[in-house]
């Protein structure tokens, strides 16, 4: 959480909270596919689903250099809609998730 002090400095404070499931939301939904889409007051986060043998099919096509589909469906698994300030706090945990991840892998 990132609050301003009244001489305007940003600060930041962690706050123990905890979600609580509802209507299901605790069980995790596969998601291969994301897309991010700008709109007034809020980014939509869209996770989705495409089958891994069409992403293998469509990405040997592209190293061929063959034409691939203008259009691929895939299952969209849910559609999250983020206020910018939550979409800036989720790039920090997921940078430091990567980081954490790339150390792992060097160590290994």
Request: net charge neutral; proline share 5%.
């Amino acid at each position: 959480m990132e609050t301003t002090s009244e001489a305007g400095e940003s600060t930041t404070q962690s706050v123990n909270l905890q979600l609580l499931p509802a209507n299901g939301s605790d069980q995790p939904v596969l998601a291969n596919v994301t897309m991010v889409q700008p709109t007034a007051g809020v980014a939509l986060l869209d996770f989705g689903f495409l089958d891994p043998g069409a992403m293998g099919a469509l990405q040997r096509m592209a190293r061929a250099g063959k034409k691939v589909p203008e259009r691929v469906n895939g299952r969209l698994a849910a559609r999250i809609a983020v206020s910018y300030e939550a979409l800036g706090a989720l790039h920090r945990q997921i940078g430091g998730v990567l980081q954490a991840v790339a150390k792992r892998e060097t160590a290994q």
